[in-house]
């Protein structure tokens, strides 16, 4: 049907069902294939709860990270230059 060698009543008549029938596993598959193809491939959807947690936790990967850098800091301040040598 899709390519024109054959039209949706031929179709019918060929599997024995009503046109509607045929109207509906068109529309199905359609969707179908729509809803794969716009899908992003290798990830999976992730729910608000989940997204919530996602930024919490890079909230306090990012506090952690700072602390470290002003720690790192003092500590260098503390020893002087000549610890680094």
């Known amino acids: 049907?899709?390519?024109g060698?054959?039209?949706t009543a031929?179709?019918?008549t060929e599997a024995g069902v009503d046109r509607s029938t045929i109207m509906t596993v068109r529309k199905v598959a359609?969707?179908?294939a729509v809803a794969a193809l716009s899908a992003r491939p290798g990830q999976r959807r992730v729910d608000r709860a989940e997204q919530t947690e996602i930024v919490r936790l890079q909230h306090e990967i990012d506090r952690l990270?700072?602390?470290i850098v002003e720690?790192?800091?003092e500590l260098a301040v503390l020893r002087g230059k000549a610890a680094w040598v």
Request: aromatic share 0%; charged share 10%.
């Open 1 to 3: 049907m899709l390519t």
């Open 5 to 7: 060698q054959i039209t």
């Open 71 to 73: 720690q790192a800091i």
């Open 30 to 32: 359609r969707d179908a």
């Open 65 to 67: 990270t700072t602390t």
């Open 10 to 12: 031929q179709a019918a």
